[in-house]
């Protein structure tokens, strides 16, 4: 497979060429730099020396001198860039798979929280998180790649939505990311004086991937409500939903309040969310809940109760783990999610899922990062 590959000067561009260097059925055809263009790739990166494509020359982008040739556009480009991009190489018949958030969202909610225009959505995209949308990823043209946050946060919380118990709920996640999450731009809050022995909240009550993570676990919800109609159709009862059953009301989508702070290291997403929890749910419970949920995916390893994720153990690899408690003395439910930024956050995953465009194992390419 021909691989063009959009922003690989960047951070997620250059994980993404790291990953994709180590396989041999992909053929990256086509790197694309505005800053570095007509200079050899080991040039500006020296950690490609050597590499079989050290002196392949980076394109310009945005003038799209030299058109890819290719079957997929990975786009590792800031939000707004993707929308002057992937609608020509859509049209050239090239799938494309976005890293920024400018296919995550309906119109109306891109420009609310990105705070600028929406470009236009000819081609439907398809949300990038496999372990809920894999069946329509294989046939999409145009794959939006879930955020950084907004992964650790689903997956933290999707098999308590496909239950339904966060339908109507107020669920609280706090998020820390290491400093590459912001990008290789320079800027006064990421530099190294105000990281190093430095910690603080940012973009409080703003955050872009509020909405993302809303809207993903909505369609978990929506999903298992359908399938319980479904089930109910079919053997002609009413069956009492486990939302019901656990003495709520069904009223309405989850609201998460995320709260994202800058931890002074460079790779890593810590996320912990906090849900009520029903009644009679204990710690192990819990963790027979996600274990059946998460047992047959490559990337999601739940880790028994007592154990807690440390970000150590994820980064540099394609891996979510996860760590689970209940508080009984506030019946509250924590999940706590680890990840790399750069990999299940973002290369990682697009590159999982174009395994799984190509009707390939997920963790093909990826399996020395994969749950074992
Ligand atoms: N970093 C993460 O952890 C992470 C996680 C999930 C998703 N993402 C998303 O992935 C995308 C890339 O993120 P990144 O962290 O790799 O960014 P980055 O380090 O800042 O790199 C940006 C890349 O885009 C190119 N670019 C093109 N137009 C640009 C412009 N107007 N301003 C700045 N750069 C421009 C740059 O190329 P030249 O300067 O060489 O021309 C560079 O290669 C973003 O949409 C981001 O939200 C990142």
Same mark, same amino acid.
């Given at each position: 497979?021909r691989?063009? @590959?959009?922003?690989a000067?960047?951070?997620?561009?250059?994980?993404?060429?790291?990953?994709?260097l180590q $396989?041999? #059925?992909?053929e990256i055809?086509?790197?694309?730099?505005?800053?570095?263009?007509?200079?050899?790739?080991?040039?500006?990166?020296?950690?490609f020396?050597g590499?079989?494509?050290?002196?392949?020359?980076?394109?310009?982008?945005?003038t799209?001198e030299?058109?890819? =040739?290719a #079957? %997929?556009a990975?786009?590792?480009?800031?939000?707004?860039?993707?929308?002057?991009?992937?609608?020509?190489?859509?049209a $050239?018949?090239i799938?494309?798979? #976005?890293?920024?958030?400018?296919y995550?969202l309906?119109?109306?909610?891109? +420009?609310?929280?990105?705070?600028?225009p929406?470009g236009?959505?000819?081609?439907?995209?398809v949300?990038? @998180?496999?372990?809920?949308f894999?069946?329509?990823i294989?046939?999409?043209?145009?794959?939006?790649?879930?955020?950084?946050h907004?992964?650790?946060a689903?997956?933290?919380?999707?098999?308590?939505?496909?239950?339904?118990?966060?339908?109507?709920?107020? %669920?609280?996640?706090?998020?820390k990311?290491?400093v590459?999450?912001?990008?290789?731009?320079?800027q006064?809050?990421?530099?190294?004086?105000?990281?190093d022995?430095?910690?603080?909240?940012?973009?409080?009550?703003?955050?872009?991937?509020?909405?993302?993570i809303?809207?993903?676990?909505?369609?978990?919800?929506?999903r298992?409500?359908r399938?319980?109609?479904d089930?109910?159709?079919?053997?002609?009862?009413?069956?009492?939903?486990?939302?019901?059953?656990?003495? $709520?009301? =069904?009223?309405?989508?989850?609201?998460?309040l995320?709260?994202?702070?800058?931890?002074?290291v460079?790779?890593?997403?810590?996320?912990?969310?906090?849900?009520?929890?029903?009644?009679?749910?204990?710690?192990d419970?819990?963790?027979?809940?996600?274990?059946?949920r998460? +047992?047959?995916?490559?990337?999601?390893?739940?880790?028994?109760?007592?154990?807690?994720?440390?970000?150590?153990?994820?980064?540099?690899?394609? @891996?979510c783990?996860?760590?689970?408690?209940?508080d009984?003395r506030? $019946?509250?439910?924590? %999940?706590?999610?680890?990840?790399?930024?750069?990999g299940k956050?973002a290369?990682?995953?697009a590159?999982?899922?174009?395994?799984?465009?190509?009707?390939?194992?997920?963790?093909?390419?990826?399996?020395?990062?994969?749950?074992?």
């Amino acid at each position: 497979m021909r691989i063009a @590959l959009y922003g690989a000067t960047g951070y997620a561009g250059m994980e993404a060429l790291r990953i994709m260097l180590q $396989r041999t #059925d992909l053929e990256i055809v086509w790197i694309g730099s505005d800053t570095h263009a007509g200079h050899p790739l080991a040039e500006v990166c020296a950690q490609f020396r050597g590499a079989s494509i050290a002196s392949l020359r980076y394109s310009a982008m945005r003038t799209l001198e030299e058109p890819p =040739d290719a #079957d %997929v556009a990975l786009l590792a480009l800031p939000h707004g860039e993707a929308h002057r991009h992937a609608p020509g190489l859509l049209a $050239r018949g090239i799938r494309v798979v #976005d890293f920024s958030g400018d296919y995550r969202l309906p119109p109306a909610l891109y +420009e609310q929280w990105y705070k600028r225009p929406a470009g236009p959505v000819e081609t439907p995209a398809v949300y990038g @998180l496999p372990e809920v949308f894999r069946a329509d990823i294989r046939s999409a043209r145009l794959v939006a790649n879930p955020g950084c946050h907004a992964t650790a946060a689903e997956l933290a919380l999707l098999p308590l939505a496909e239950k339904g118990w966060l339908d109507g709920q107020r %669920v609280t996640v706090d998020a820390k990311s290491g400093v590459s999450g912001a990008g290789r731009s320079p800027q006064l809050t990421t530099h190294f004086v105000e990281i190093d022995g430095n910690f603080t909240a940012y973009r409080v009550g703003q955050h872009q991937h509020t909405p993302e993570i809303e809207q993903t676990l909505a369609q978990a919800s929506r999903r298992r409500r359908r399938a319980s109609d479904d089930a109910s159709a079919m053997s002609g009862a009413s069956m009492a939903t486990d939302a019901a059953s656990s003495g $709520r009301q =069904d009223d309405g989508a989850v609201k998460i309040l995320l709260t994202t702070q800058l931890m002074p290291v460079t790779r890593g997403i810590y996320a912990t969310a906090y849900a009520p929890a029903p009644p009679d749910m204990n710690t192990d419970a819990l963790y027979e809940l996600y274990r059946n949920r998460y +047992e047959n995916e490559a990337f999601v390893d739940v880790l028994p109760p007592g154990q807690i994720p440390e970000l150590r153990n994820v980064t540099g690899t394609n @891996l979510c783990q996860i760590g689970l408690f209940v508080d009984d003395r506030t $019946r509250t439910i924590l %999940v706590t999610a680890a990840l790399d930024n750069l990999g299940k956050g973002a290369a990682g995953q697009a590159l999982q899922n174009v395994n799984i465009m190509s009707d390939l194992p997920d963790d093909y390419g990826l399996t020395a990062t994969a749950r074992r």
